[in-house]
């Protein structure tokens, strides 16, 4: 393996991270990253918290489809 060959490589690795992390940033900002903190939920809240949690946990099993279909 030449030098070029191993920057590559590594410079694909870190970018496929950044590239991850972002888009897991993305989906937890649109779907509401963090549930309410000060104090208790109201069941309507709790209820809603849930829902954005199991809205979340879907996009990013999407995305992880999506990125498997493109690698094809």
Known sequence: MNANSLINMVVRMVMRKLVSRGVNAGIDKAFGGKAKRNGPMTPEERRQA?????????????TRAARRMTRL
């Open 50 to 62: 849930q829902q954005a949690r199991q809205a979340r946990r879907q996009a990013k099993q999407a």
